[in-house]
């Protein structure tokens, strides 16, 4: 089960950057406004903003997401949770490269990996993990230009590594 996973995650690194050439979010302006909220204040004043989104629960993963996350599985705590967890790991790789943080690019492709794993897991087939793990990636970047800016670098970063596999036992956090 490694081997796959060794040839598909570069595929999806590669998926992410095509969307990105192919305007995906490219054209609009990012905003401190607060446009969507999923049960956090609805005071812009009280909100998180952390230079790509709001966090209003504070449960790590941007507000967007959530409600994305929400709506795609309304009566699955167990797929909410997977893609939480894989929302929170994308997130890592957007502010490491916002940052430039080589060390922080390698702890986001580890979270990345074990969020795909953890989506396998729960999916139940590889077709499964790529399709919720491609989806929430191009919704997390259709949201904000920043975040493509700095995801790219989260990808440039990574370049030219060969990276091997972090399956683990409970891939699920």
Known sequence: MKKPLLICLPIVLLLSIVLLGCGFGGSKKATNTKTTNTGGTNNPSQSTYDGFGY?????????DLDK?????????????????????????????????????????????SKGNYCLFERTGSIEGMYEESSLLEVEMLKGDPNRNKAYQNFNALLSGGFYGSD???????
Do not use: F, H
């Open 68 to 112: 994305y996350i929400v709506d795609r599985y309304p009566d699955s705590a167990v797929m909410q949770s997977a893609l939480r967890q894989k929302a929170k790991a994308l997130q890592t790789g957007v502010y490491a490269g916002n940052a430039g943080d080589d060390s922080a690019a390698q702890a986001g492709r580890a979270a990345i």
């Open 55 to 63: 966090d209003d629960d504070a449960n790590g993963v941007w507000d």
């Open 167 to 173: 399956q683990e036992e409970n891939p699920c956090e």
